[in-house]
């Protein structure tokens, strides 16, 4: 997962609206949003590689949310990132004490943003800290470095954000994550990767010959259930009409 936007106002019948893009390497196996067979509590998308998720909700009203940090000086961990966020949801633990478990072994992990919340809090971890930071309310977005940094791709989505998640329909919120323009070199971050990937990367909807935007997803998370709509995207011309779920909340 690498590019999040979120509305986070718990004191409101609609404490977190988040729209999502999942950017992956195209010939990844996963599978699409559903609850899982042998976790029918979690309802994600799921990584066929190493097992795990980008992005998920569970009956309990916990949402987990994760994207890597592009940064080639940190160092590789063995295990899979996305298992934070299946972790998390499985788990019986608040997301300031599952936390303390990320923090204690996050040089296990490639670099990471974390994100885990439930209807009365919302947390945020970079890997490269050592403290996690429990958010205020308000408006924020996620890349590939930490939260709010001023990429351009993340202040435009932001901006458009910010002007119409209380009102716009799903398909309107959706349609954002679809934005294809890119970055002006001049305004483009030096992650190491070199000047054609910059270019490739500085799009909100990423489209590469070998990677790419695979999935965006919205998670609506209410006082009584949780609302998650996936639309995912396929060759060139196959356009899958989007997953939908009404989860109730125990």
Request: charged share 20%; aromatic share 8%; glycine share 6%.
């Amino acid at each position: 997962m690498c590019l999040l936007v979120f509305a986070w106002q718990p004191d409101t019948e609609q404490p977190l609206v988040l729209l999502a893009n999942r950017d992956e390497l195209l010939a990844r196996p996963s599978a699409p949003l559903a609850a899982w067979p042998d976790q029918p509590q979690i309802v994600a998308g799921r990584d066929l590689e190493a097992q795990g998720t980008w992005l998920g909700v569970n009956r309990q009203g916990s949402v987990a949310a994760l994207t890597n940090i592009r940064d080639l000086n940190l160092a590789e961990g063995p295990r899979s990132r996305g298992q934070l966020v299946s972790d998390f949801l499985q788990a019986q633990l608040s997301p300031e004490h599952y936390l303390q478990q990320v923090v204690a072994e996050r040089g296990l992990y490639s670099g990471f943003n974390l994100l885990l919340g439930n209807r009365q809090q919302l947390w945020f971890f970079n890997s490269t800290q050592t403290k996690p930071q429990r958010l205020s309310p308000g408006i924020y977005a996620l890349c590939n470095a930490s939260l709010d940094t001023p990429w351009p791709k993340l202040v435009r989505l932001r901006t458009a954000f910010s002007a119409c998640y209380r009102t716009a329909s799903d398909q309107q919120l959706l349609a954002l994550m679809q934005d294809s323009q890119r970055a002006e070199d001049e305004f483009l971050p030096d992650t190491g990767v070199g000047l054609t990937a910059e270019r490739l990367l500085s799009s909100v909807f990423i489209r590469g010959e070998h990677y790419g935007t695979r999935a965006t997803t919205l998670v609506r998370l209410l006082s009584s259930e949780c609302q998650i709509t996936e639309k995912t995207y396929l060759t060139e011309g196959q356009r899958p009409a989007p997953v939908q779920f009404r989860l109730p909340l125990d």
